[in-house]
Nanobody, 126 residues
Framework: QVQLVESGGGSVQAGGSLRLSCAAS???????MGWFRQAPGKEREGVTT???????TYADSVKGRVTISRDTAGNTLYLQMNSLNPEDTAMYYC?????????????????????WGQGTQVTVSS
């Protein structure tokens, strides 16, 4: 069972930055990992993924503003978010998916989740 605990959310003004962290009970190198978000009344949206070989993908809505990474030990996943705007307001979840290396992309991520954390709220004001 993969257990994940997110932290680092908060309230920022438009243009600001946040760094989210996700502590994992497993070595994340062994899984398709990523972040998804969900705003009230909206569907889950895959934000970014990182495959077992380190390949990353990003949703078009965040590309160029967001970076996914993990620590050397593989126990912690990070999401660096810059140039935030009000449309980024949502609950952000760290998750592991049941996807192989080639399919570990934002396209398939939210439809193949196996474990996710409790989420951390990000609120961006204009």
């Amino acid at each position: 069972q993969v257990q994940l605990v997110e932290s680092g959310g908060g309230s920022v003004q438009a243009g600001g930055s946040l760094r989210l962290s996700c502590a994992a009970s497993v070595i994340t190198y062994s899984y398709c990992m990523g972040w998804f978000r969900q705003a009230p009344g909206k569907e889950r949206e895959g934000v970014t993924t990182i495959a077992t070989d380190g390949t990353t993908t990003y949703a078009d809505s965040v590309k160029g503003r967001v970076t996914i990474s993990r620590d050397t030990a593989g126990n912690t996943l990070y999401l660096q978010m810059n140039s935030l705007n009000p449309e980024d307001t949502a609950m952000y979840y760290c998750a592991a998916a049941s996807l192989g290396r080639l399919l570990c992309t934002v396209t398939y991520f939210v439809y193949n989740l196996r474990s996710w954390g409790q989420g951390t709220q990000v609120t961006v004001s204009s």
